[in-house]
């Protein structure tokens, strides 16, 4: 079952850290285009603010699962540092559990909203709100998977001296 949920893991995390430095890198160009569009052409664009924000929402969400996964995101770092043996794995254990539970209430309540939003769409654009709303659980149910294999499988740090500085 490890081995299972670490390679389907490893798959999900690399889907989304292509998916997210794209979506990064359109949102870049559309950023661009609507500036250009607004000062050089002085004919303002008039769905690409509206496209780039909904496009962060899914680059934000997917991210974060990558963080997670190589566990760079805020955590109780000098906890886990001092912390030995038994109660090192205890606090790494309360960490996992209370990111999963908190991914797991995102992911409700996401649900919930997406499916609420479902039938409106976005003022300059015909698409529905809940496609860009589906981000949210979306991107809590990876990072729930991405907790189970961080909390198996943690990344080795490369820098373990508390005081900065750099080992080989």
């Known amino acids: ?89 205890t606090l790494r254990l309360f960490i996992a559990l209370a990111t999963f539970s908190f991914l797991a209430t995102i992911l409700w309540f996401g649900i919930s909203l997406a499916w609420r939003v479902r039938f409106q769409s976005f003022a300059s654009i015909e698409i529905s709100i809940a496609w860009a709303y589906a981000a949210v659980p979306f991107g809590a149910a990876l990072g729930m998977l991405a907790v189970v294999a961080h909390y198996l499988d943690p990344p080795t740090p490369v820098l373990m001296n508390a005081d900065n500085t750099f080992t080989d």
């Open 1 to 89: 079952m490890r081995a299972l949920i670490l390679t389907l893991d490893r798959w999900l995390t690399g889907f989304s850290f292509t998916v997210a430095t794209t979506l990064l890198a359109v949102i870049s160009c559309l950023g661009l285009w609507q500036v250009t569009t607004r000062f050089v052409l002085s004919q303002p664009s008039v769905w690409t603010e509206e496209v780039m924000r909904r496009l962060l929402i899914w680059c934000v969400m997917l991210g974060m699962v990558v963080a997670i996964r190589q566990g760079a995101l805020v955590s109780v770092d000098l906890m886990l540092r001092l912390a030995k043996g038994r109660w090192h794995d």
